[in-house]
């Protein structure tokens, strides 16, 4: 088995493959390769055989009935062919007592185990011909990418989010938007400043301070870059430039419910701490509506409105000491 380590956010990920992944083999990935290091975060990629048995012995396409706590799978149809093999029935068997730091996804013929407590992330496809390329595993794990590197990292206070950014006079401006909605759009209007990224860009707590981190789950990238977070903007498409401050809870609200599928196999100790960061990062910089015409980005002015905000800061903190 094959291992590749990445540093993406300034946590160690450590994969292990018996395929090979095409998708980790390209330049923008190759940015965030490392040598050897101690793994933060663990992820395998196994292939699982399932032998054929009779069709009368039903046991063998449910989960076992002693799992109770797993018992939200026995129904599931996608993850019946699973129960055949026994090497995830024994997981299943293990991690009944701790079902409280495990999540299960399973989706089309990939089963994926992620344990919070040892930090590793086990992905089962199975051993099998497809007849549509589009349905094998390694094409729907290779769909599930960023899924994958994200389910992990809310337990280092960090989470994906869907928005391009950029670093600028020193702190990272995320812009969010709906798919074709102007986040690559706004990246291509500037030149110079480092590139986060042009769809997927992670933050992280650190102390006090929220960074931004680069990350190479799209085309634009200037590799392992980041600065703290100075802006958020909320982007739609106009004939004019216009910036209008936007109400921080409804930001909050829109950017939880944005995010849901990096979220909804969470425990919920991680849920609570994933909703408590996008609260700090909407509750600590400026927040804004942004409408723009499609080859124009007033900079000036958004330079204007950040600056601003951090004046009226400095002001609030030297009135109170």
């Excluded at 055989?49 to 046991?59: A, D, G, M, V, Y």
């Excluded at 797993?70 to 599931?76: I, P, Y």
Aim: aromatic share 12%; proline share 4%.
């Amino acid at each position: 088995m094959k291992s590749e380590y990445f540093t993406i956010a300034e946590l160690c990920f450590k994969i292990s493959s018996d395929v090979d992944l095409p998708r980790i083999q390209n330049s923008i990935f190759r940015k965030f390769a490392q040598s050897e290091n101690n793994a933060a975060i663990e992820i395998f990629i196994n292939k699982i055989s399932i032998k054929c048995q009779k069709k009368n012995n039903r046991s063998i396409d449910r989960a076992p009935n002693h799992l109770d706590s797993f018992s939200s799978l026995r129904n599931k149809k996608n993850s019946r062919l699973f129960f055949k093999s026994l090497k995830i029935k024994r997981i299943l068997s293990s991690m009944q007592n701790r079902s409280d730091h495990v999540s299960f996804l399973c989706k089309g013929n990939v089963f994926q185990v992620i344990d919070y407590s040892r930090q590793c992330h086990e992905i089962f496809y199975l051993d099998k011909t497809y007849i549509y390329q589009a349905c094998s595993p390694i094409n729907r794990i290779a769909a599930n990418f960023r899924q994958i590197f994200s389910a992990m990292i809310p337990l280092f206070d960090a989470i994906m989010l869907h928005c391009s950014g950029l670093i600028r006079n020193g702190k990272a401006l995320l812009f969010f938007a709906p798919n074709s909605g102007g986040k690559s759009t706004v990246i291509q209007n500037n030149s110079g400043d480092p590139i986060l990224n042009d769809d997927q860009v992670i933050i992280r707590k650190s102390g006090a301070t929220i960074i931004a981190h680069g990350t190479p789950f799209s085309i634009l990238t200037s590799g392992p870059v980041s600065a703290p977070v100075g802006g958020l903007f909320l982007l739609e498409q106009s004939l004019e430039f216009n910036l209008q401050p936007i109400n921080r809870a409804d930001l909050i609200y829109c950017l939880w419910h944005e995010h849901q599928k990096y979220t909804f196999f969470l425990p919920k100790n991680l849920k609570s701490r994933v909703f408590n960061l996008l609260c700090d990062l909407c509750c600590s910089v400026p927040v804004y509506r942004m409408s723009f015409p499609k080859r124009f980005v007033d900079w000036q002015q958004i330079d204007s409105v950040l600056d601003y905000f951090q004046c009226n800061l400095i002001k609030n903190e030297t009135s109170t000491t």
